[in-house]
């Protein structure tokens, strides 16, 4: 978000320009899934509000351990998809490349660089949009956004390098400096600006 009409706009410096994800589809994916398939918590901080699985079911003899190593290296390549950091890459990773040379068809190239296919096996789709819908809110009234709100306590950590802020929804207070440029927030620490002040003061 950047204001670009050269008015006065208080202490939001005209140059500062943040990145907010705030729907993540496949890593909210990813966590419905987590959910419902009853898998571990792999590293990553419990849900604010537990999905309704509807229908959802694992696949027939599914492996746990393996389908949890899965959802790990899964959860690691969605996310830098859906907040890559600022990089040059020159060309496809190591097994990429595997199947470039081996001569993948398309279906298992898009497999490769998408975990969806796998996920969405015996996914129901209504429970999982009915759970997406259940995690928006409504603007607070007279703010602009959390940002705004929250400005003051920004300001610093963008001149000290960050430029996206990724909102998932964790329970309670949660905020990780991911690297230099990118913030992971909780949806309740985001949406009130006392914690989401204590969060970017503490970065």
């Not at 296919?117 to 759970?131: I, K, M, N, S, Y």
Request: aromatic fraction near 8%; include cysteine; charged fraction near 25%.
């Amino acid at each position: 978000m950047r204001f670009t009409d050269g008015l006065d706009h208080g202490p939001w410096p005209n140059d500062m320009l943040i990145s907010v994800i705030d729907d993540a589809s496949t890593l909210l994916l990813l966590l419905f899934v987590r959910s419902a398939w009853r898998l571990d918590d792999n590293g990553v901080p419990p849900l604010e509000c537990a999905p309704d699985a509807g229908s959802t079911r694992a696949p027939a003899g599914l492996d746990r351990a393996e389908a949890n190593a899965r959802w790990v290296a899964d959860w690691a390549r969605a996310f830098e998809v859906v907040a890559p950091p600022r990089r040059i890459t020159s060309g496809p990773d190591a097994a990429m490349q595997r199947l470039l040379d081996a001569g993948a068809s398309v279906e298992e190239l898009l497999g490769a660089t998408s975990p969806e296919p796998f996920w969405r096996t015996g996914l129901d789709v209504e429970a999982e949009w009915a759970w997406r819908r259940s995690l928006q809110r409504d603007p607070r009234e007279g703010s602009l956004s959390p940002e705004h709100d929250a400005v003051e306590w920004l300001v610093p950590v963008w001149r000290s390098g960050l430029r996206t802020i990724i909102e998932l929804p964790y329970a309670g207070y949660y905020v990780k400096r991911v690297d230099v440029e990118r913030v992971v927030v909780s949806a309740a620490t985001r949406h009130d600006p006392e914690l989401y002040s204590i969060a970017l003061s503490t970065l």
